[in-house]
């Protein structure tokens, strides 16, 4: 079973892990989005082995993960905009897709010529990648097509048997995976809704992008495309008013803002109906509702603005399942 490490303790469990992703190892790492599973994306036998762990199909991309600028550039081509976009919001909760470069192995893209990269900002997997000197590839440390772990006892629940270590980061501040930009086309689509809202990236750029762009399944452009995705044991529904809740519902209820008088089979996202709040907690009461919600869940929908357009893009593939 993968050993738990802890934040505060010294570095030389973080050259642990790192001597683990050198030597062809796969381990758990905390992000401010979710916690990955990350391998050597320059290894592919290391990155098979995340595909092994998670039981993820081969057709679904990784984002690779880097630990500078002279790293992103040995992994991708960059444009001039693309290099704007790269200054503006990295390190952080963005992906850019890349044309890629040869030292990207196959595996890592889906035998596709584009990269998805990102550089983190949780000072912990920085200091890995930059331990282990090479780019990493981390899918969500999670079971393919279950609920993204956003803390390390998550990981441990469900994979801690299948890697070689655990970093334990604390809670992700964000708790949904990062917006994933296509910067290869014009416009630029948005291929996954998150932290960084559209609008945000329309300022940068100075021009709109394709933001519902059409998708193919059968060949995804980057990671969490996938119709049915983040998906909870249980049937998840959807609902905008409490009225539109069958009256015979015997399930548990999650509300966007604490209701005044909230019952027992009522939980919700945010204590005052503020949307970085409720991504924070999502996949964490969702998991825990999960564990016992033997007659289903019902999840009130977010807003289609903002970090809320990720949130609801999360829910809308989880009750895909």
């Not at 290391?46 to 992103?72: C, N, Q, T, W, Y």
């Not at 889906?110 to 331990?131: E, F, K, Q």
């Not at 009225?243 to 509300?255: L, M, T, Y």
């Not at 503020?274 to 977010?302: T, V, W």
Request: aromatic share 6%; proline share 9%; net charge neutral.
């Amino acid at each position: 079973m993968g050993k738990s490490h802890n934040i505060s303790q010294p570095p030389q469990e973080l050259l642990e892990a790192a001597d683990f992703i050198l030597r062809g190892g796969i381990g758990a790492v905390p992000t401010e989005t979710v916690y990955g599973l990350a391998a050597n994306a320059l290894n592919p036998s290391a990155v098979r082995r995340i595909f092994e762990a998670k039981g993820r199909p081969f057709i679904d991309p990784l984002i690779v993960h880097v630990s500078d600028m002279e790293m992103a550039r040995a992994a991708a081509h960059f444009t001039p905009e693309a290099l704007k976009l790269a200054e503006h919001f990295w390190p952080g909760p963005f992906t850019l897709v890349l044309k890629r470069k040869d030292a990207i192995p196959d595996i890592v893209s889906a035998g596709l010529d584009t990269v998805a990269l990102r550089m983190p900002s949780h000072p912990m997997t920085r200091a890995l990648i930059n331990a282990c000197s090479v780019p990493i590839a981390a899918p969500s440390a999670n079971p393919f097509g279950y609920i993204s772990p956003t803390l390390a006892e998550h990981v441990r629940e469900q994979l801690g048997n299948k890697i070689d270590f655990i970093l334990d980061g604390g809670p992700c501040k964000c708790g949904v995976e990062s917006t994933i930009l296509m910067a290869t086309c014009e416009p630029m689509k948005l291929l996954r809704a998150g932290p960084i809202a559209p609008a945000e990236i329309e300022r940068v750029l100075g021009r709109p992008i394709d933001k519902n762009p059409k998708k193919n399944e059968a060949h995804p452009e980057a990671p969490g495309m996938l119709k049915s995705h983040y998906s909870p044991r249980s049937k998840l529904s959807l609902f905008d008013l409490p009225e539109e809740i069958p009256e015979a519902f015997k399930g548990e209820i999650i509300f966007l803002k604490r209701p005044e008088h909230p019952r027992k089979n009522e939980y919700w996202l945010s204590e005052s109906g503020d949307e970085a709040e409720m991504a924070h907690n999502l996949f964490a009461l969702l998991r825990s509702l999960d564990k016992f919600a033997k007659n289903g869940i019902y999840c009130q929908r977010p807003r289609a603005d903002g970090i809320g357009l990720a949130v609801l893009d999360r829910l809308t593939r989880a009750k895909n399942s």
